[in-house]
């Protein structure tokens, strides 16, 4: 499984970024402000909102459509039934909001943050979200989504099939792992995921050319992986999908995505 490159230009431009102290952000604490730039929409023009903080508005139902919202945040706000649809959503932050029935179809909403709102029928469809954060939030599993929804469903089989899985451990050495029919798994919305088993199957140098018969994790120094042992977590393993850093065996399900995570 490898990135889109609207995924890579999302990693690069998160790299790259350098963070806008809140008393630089442009504030929108008036609904008639809003309605009034609104109205200048063009068509194919989106108006530009990034950045901004919109604190304590009801526009629940209102036409958000076609707007340049990345990297703004929605701090008690009503959103309920708002249509964001074809807005660029991208690192929107929400705190403390009324989201039910909100509309994102068609969104890039990747790297949003939904921590501790109601995802009740939030309408995902055709949404990008990757790297979006879901811990925390309330009812991740009664948002409307279909098969244009991207990384909202794991990548992994959910249940009831063998696969492969990588990780790479100190000095660089790579493991090949093989996660069994019977093993816990989940992914969030990244590329990673975690198991709750594994049994080692090879463990190579980074270019392949050498071989190994162990490698250390680098989280933990007492943890081994072995070629031809079965593996478990030491701290067990956490059942939540959405909690992606917490107990269990991280894993890629790409060999170069691996390495290249862990050699930046």
Known sequence: MNFTSSELDFIKENE???PIPDSDKRRVESEEELKAELEKRTEGV???FRHCIFRGLNLAGWDMTGLDLSRATFEKCDLRGTDFSG???DNVAFYDNELVGMKLCGCNARGCSFRFQDMTDIDLRGANIYSSVLEDAINQDKVIIDDDTKWYKMR?????EAFIAWKCCT???VVMMLVPRDAERCMATLETGRVSK???LKITSIDETENYTWAQSTVDPDFYYEVGKWIEPANGFQTDRWKDSSPGIHFFLDRQQCVDYQSK
């Open 87 to 89: 807005s660029n959503m």
């Open 156 to 160: 992994c089989p959910e249940k009831g």
């Open 171 to 173: 000095d660089l050495r």
């Open 46 to 48: 989106s108006l530009d």
């Open 198 to 200: 594994v049994k080692v």
């Open 16 to 18: 790259a970024y350098v």
